[in-house]
């Protein structure tokens, strides 16, 4: 196997991305189209084809001639079989081959992974990852999600399940989690989480953050909060160092379990490093065993909103080896 | 590689057991010596060295023959390089080159590793945890601690404090660890916690509990708090449901975060296992994410006392693939 083209395809929830990238992980072409018109498989598999092929053109090569297609799909998955068991926000996909389809309509390789599981391959490959050879990977946003890269393989776990870092219990009488139980991770550091925080603190203590509001239509964002920080607000700076509280108790369980050597962390919350960052490290290193808190090293993802994409294209490297 | 006698060497705090060990876990015959006489490393070699040949004799081989010798030692250990870091309660072992000295003594290959992941290794190749892709192993008694077998292979971690189970805090505002944290496992399912539990219901509630310490000359154990259980004791059995309880709340964390499809329980503590573990297992079942916790089984580790032995015979198997 000598081809070094891939394309990575990310299934988002409001569009599908198709990138076309080289072997240093680099994206150097994309394509994208609205998730509504591919919500049905056949559709899907048809509009990825076609921008695989347009892709595969502009490398001066065939679909063929490309090492392989990789897609990363918001759900369970079984990568063996490259069998697509449901998604998060897409009705009408149940047990879908997907991999097999894909195959089939452009004669290249196709392989399907979890979105989350191919964010930790792909950081791991060509991102903040490299090099680690126990890597924790954690996703922040509005919601909260893993991956785990033990003695150089991801850990899917025995149904696909493995990284679930959010529903990890940090506080047995913390706040309640959309999944019905208390003290998850994801209900102490998940979006939803940030800006109910983050209301209280302009209802009740930041002007500031009230004009901030009030500029962009009355709605808080998590970059608001960021910026009101940035600003000197006191209690935003307060929010945020909290939110480094929790997620240091829960990562220095995690080091504890795992004894990593890196953990990178990704989403979009991430963009708020700068205000939670020390406060996590802090904690790790007070409350994870000393062997092993000395032994990681935390730090930010690096691919960005291209995760989705480089994540796809180091599976088809992972499972072409 | 064709030799299938293998020696198992179990270095405890208060006596050193080596068993011969055939290729499918059976140990044949054993031999011991005090730690005492060997708290030096070239004393243990010495005596090991000794117990080793006179078991190959035993099956009619030289220990050239053999192939190989494993020792499971108790503390950090670097496997790659046969060293022992240090030992708990056994002080003048301090980086220690002990695969080596066992070779140059023995001409046959040697290899080292923690015990607490021979276990773990133990289980899964000869016990309990045979055929499970995705293992999970804890041992329970005055430490708390455990072993990963994930995607096939025993999870050392970065500086091989990997599968540290016990130091996972439960509940942050829980009982004082020994490490000097809250709400560690350990801390609320170790012996010292177990014990202190009985104590406190033998001297608030149950004569029967009093009557039977009086029998054995006013000592409690963790046996016969599970003989008051046995007896119908309604409070043992609620103080084994709280152990149950606790443990269930740690694995469910292990659950969602590395999704296993087996989880084995040994060590003394386990000899309660009729106890605790309907209670544990229905938190688990209750706690974790559907998928993973429909996924799991968990039961009760099965090398017993044979467990040091037979994973130390474990790790050769391992390292002479």
Known sequence: MSARWTVGVDFGGTSVKAGLVDASGRVVATASFSTDEAARPAAFVERTSRAVESLARQ??????????VGIGAPGPVDVERGLVYSLMNVPGWRNVALARACERCLACRCFVDNDVNLMALGEWRFGAGRGAEQLVCLTLGTGVGGGLILNGALCRGASGAGGELGH??????????????????????????ILRKGRRLARRASTQLRASMRRSGGRLTPQLLSQAAQ???????RLWQEIGQA?????????????PDRMVIGGGIANAWRWFAPTMRQVVRDEAIDISARSVRIVRARLGNRAGIVGAAALVWDRTR
Do not use: F, K
């Open 231 to 237: 600003h000197g607000d006191a209690g935003a700076r």
């Open 168 to 193: 990890m219990v940090i506080d047995p009488r913390g706040s309640r989690c959309g999944c019905g139980r208390r003290g998850c991770l994801e209900a102490h550091v998940g979006t939803a989480e």
């Open 247 to 259: 997620l240091g108790i829960g990562l220095a369980n995690v080091v504890n379990l795992l004894n």
């Open 59 to 68: 490398a001066g090569v065939r679909p063929g001639q490309l090492r392989g």
